[in-house]
């Protein structure tokens, strides 16, 4: 059974911080690791998608890697700015069913 | 492209009532999927269809729990006899349908307070 923990929960930074958010698996069998964020009270925006062949997407400042040997995956967002603010979710497994970790609450200060 | 739709974005109902979501997916997009947040966790799978055949449903989803998707366009989750546990955010999201490895766009979700 999949299972996807994500560190820190929470994560409170200046503006302008490089920073990196860890998402882990235990299944290493997953077709992709997408990485969502959501807004209070709000549906999930998707961010990246890395399939399970690929090493790493970026899209703008926010750049994914993937390891599968080790269960791994980060989310390094370059430069944060205030409107970053937001809980950041990975998920796992095929895109019929994603198994989804807890989230990381990051504030960004200005 | 008007994105997926939910509604109605909240709905509070009294324990042992029956409740009934709306999802309207993005058009084109043959898969829909049903998750369900509660507060501080990330979503839970629920249910999928790939147009109107309902694929794969969680142990989750009980025997008060239904769902359809009639025509393979708009999609509806309904509970009967609510119990208080059944509170929480019910997402919906849909992608194109063609291969494993798809973007899922979300809804904003209903929030279903049970009192």
């Known amino acids: 059974k999949q299972e996807v923990t994500q560190i820190p929960a929470a994560l409170s930074v200046p503006e302008g911080e490089n920073l990196v958010l860890n998402c882990s698996f235990t299944d290493s069998a997953i077709y992709n690791l997408q990485w969502f964020r959501q807004d209070p009270g709000k549906g999930l925006t998707s961010l990246l998608l890395i399939q399970s062949s690929q090493r790493e997407q970026t899209s703008g400042r926010l750049n994914a890697s993937l390891d599968k040997s080790s269960g791994r995956s980060t989310l390094y967002i370059a430069a944060s700015q205030p409107g970053d603010s937001a809980t950041y979710l990975c998920a796992g497994g095929g895109s019929e069913k994603l198994v989804f970790g807890k989230g990381t609450k990051l504030t960004v200060n200005p | 492209d008007t994105g997926v739709s939910q509604n109605p974005r909240h709905k509070i109902t009294k324990r042992g009532q029956n409740v009934t979501f709306r999802c309207d997916p993005i058009?084109?997009?043959?898969?829909l999927y049903w998750y369900r947040q509660t507060l501080g966790q990330g979503p839970e799978f629920l249910t999928y269809f790939q147009n109107e055949a309902q694929l794969e449903k969680s142990r989750l989803l009980s025997d008060r729990f239904s769902a359809e998707r009639p025509k393979g366009s708009f999609s509806t989750l309904e509970i009967q006899r609510t119990e208080q546990g059944d509170s929480a955010m019910y997402l919906c999201a849909s992608s194109p349908g063609q291969t494993t490895n798809e973007k899922l766009f979300f809804g904003s979700g209903t929030q279903l307070s049970v009192l």
């Open positions: 058009s084109e997009h043959n898969r």
